[in-house]
């Protein structure tokens, strides 16, 4: 009976964890994996692996059939065009020291859209195919162009079934017209709270003042908006983290139960700021402590709180279909689904690459409004955007799962070719999903209670957590 390719790694308590390359996977010993390496499977092995989907009798068979589907389910197929991000200006009323977008003083002039622009950006959203769009202004601070912003929604509103806006503001200066759009039904606000009041002065508001104000403002904004139009992003430098527990309570604070950690990036300003590059050991360390402290919150409390990014990989391991996140996607395409378009109507894939052209690494643009889309070097980078040979993630159980981030590679070390397991992104990746084996491989009742809620599901179902011997 041919069995589908296993990859295996060691699990934490000495047994090895198996996967194929449609995310099935089992734990198991050393004396499976000698039998599997020598060709010397039993019949049990063998009945083990056919009933859990590991093993086929023939090509085109049933459960050759189902294989096929659950690895086709776990690739990404980009859709249509159907979100933007928009950059209407770069200039910014905060100076944060890790800002990385490259963004200019509030009254420097030349790095706002002007009229030709924004015209130029409403003929590409018109020549959208799509009936719905969801369009996220950034800056610098978007709300430093309230006209702008309300230009574009008179238009999506006109154009399109359905409209969502994003806008990522620091909630520093929030005039009346601009809580008037706030408050919409279809408008949705994005910030970032640093963790606590302290970190967040340090790294972004400098002053007490600003810092009371910014307070003052998301209070309002929570209690006019409710907490459920709003997400506010923590980004943490490792080496100066506020605790685990003060984050937590800061969220709770204002009813924000899904906490999005982000780790100080290694781009634009942040680049010259932090040694970023070489920082994913302490991140790791700092995101389990931060894990563990939310295992022990959700035990004892009626208000649960997730991390967002491990509960998408936990999602991700659990089912297909989890391709919702940009940055975790397997083959990652870039530049279909969405687009970014700055400041000076350039068009870029991401925002990160925009941030790599930004500091003169590499023009990663792909057009602008004006002349449209020419996405040769885009196509070019497309090509290389699945992990499926690549020659560490062959041998890596985790790589149904996983993904790739060329833009990241390309900004970190200026090639995209490393070794997947000298890059941030893998170490990264590689500790998250060790730790969501670990958790799914527990007999720690408190760790079942965290992986139930953040699973969905009543309980956690031991048949998840398969194992053979
Ligand atoms: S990037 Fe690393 S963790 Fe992800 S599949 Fe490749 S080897 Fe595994």
Same mark, same amino acid.
């Given at each position: 009976m041919p069995v589908v390719p296993l990859k295996f790694r060691p699990h934490q308590d000495g047994l090895l964890l198996f996967a194929d390359d449609a995310g099935g996977y089992f734990k198991s010993d050393h004396a499976f994996l000698r039998r599997y390496a020598c060709d010397q499977l039993t019949s049990g092995d063998l009945a083990f692996l056919h009933v859990n989907g590991h093993a086929y009798n023939a090509v085109g068979d049933l459960a050759y059939s189902g294989f096929e589907h659950r690895f086709a389910e776990r690739l990404y197929l980009p859709r249509e065009m159907d979100y933007v991000i928009l950059v209407p200006t770069l200039r910014c009323n905060l100076a944060c020291g890790y800002c990385q977008v490259s963004r200019v003083n509030e009254a420097t002039p030349g790095f706002d859209w002007d009229d030709s622009t924004v015209e130029a950006v409403i003929g590409f959203l018109d020549s959208l195919s799509a009936r719905k769009i969801k369009v996220e202004f950034q800056g610098g601070e978007p709300l430093l162009r309230l006209d702008v912003i309300e230009r574009i929604r008179d238009f999506c509103s006109q154009r399109f079934d359905a409209c969502e806006l994003v806008i990522c503001t620091n909630l520093q200066e929030v005039s009346d017209p601009a809580w008037d759009l706030l408050g919409r039904d279809d408008v949705f606000v994005s910030t970032s709270l640093d963790g606590n009041r302290m970190t967040h002065q340090k790294q972004r508001t400098i002053l007490p003042g600003k810092t009371d104000q910014f307070f003052l403002h998301l209070d309002f904004a929570v209690s006019r908006l409710g907490s459920e139009k709003i997400s506010a992003l923590p980004t943490i430098d490792p080496r100066n983290a506020p605790s685990p527990e003060e984050v937590i309570e800061t969220f709770l604070n204002y009813d924000i139960r899904s906490i999005y950690l982000r780790p100080v990036n290694y781009q634009g300003f942040a680049r010259k700021k932090f040694d970023a590059r070489g920082s994913a050991d302490l991140w790791n360390r700092y995101h389990a402590s931060f894990i563990d402290a939310l295992v022990e919150h959700n035990w004892s409390s009626a208000v649960p709180v997730e991390e967002y990014y491990f509960v998408h990989c936990l999602r991700r391991v659990l089912r297909s279909g989890h391709n919702g996140h940009v940055d975790l996607r397997n083959p990652n395409i870039v530049g279909h689904g969405y687009v970014v378009i700055d400041y000076d109507g350039k068009?870029?894939?991401?925002? &990160? %690459?925009?941030?790599?052209?930004?500091?003169?690494?590499?023009?990663?643009?792909?057009?602008?409004?004006?002349?449209?889309?020419?996405?040769?070097?885009?196509?070019?980078?497309?090509? &290389? %955007?699945?992990?499926?040979?690549?020659?560490?993630?062959?041998?890596?159980?985790?790589?149904?799962?996983?993904?790739v981030d060329l833009v990241d590679d390309i900004s970190r070390y200026g090639r995209i070719d490393m070794p997947k397991h000298m890059t941030d992104f893998c170490q990264r990746h590689t500790s998250i999903f060790d730790r969501i084996f670990a958790m799914i491989y527990s007999d720690d009742p408190k760790v079942k209670k965290t992986l139930a809620l953040w699973a969905g599901t009543s309980h956690f179902d031991p048949l998840l957590a398969k194992v053979h011997q």
């Open positions: 068009i870029y894939p991401t925002d &990160e %690459a925009r941030m790599v052209t930004r500091i003169g690494q590499f023009d990663m643009s792909m057009g602008d409004v004006f002349r449209g889309i020419s996405a040769e070097t885009i196509d070019r980078l497309n090509a &290389e %955007a699945l992990n499926n040979f690549h020659p560490d993630c062959v041998h890596c159980p985790y790589q149904a799962f996983c993904g």
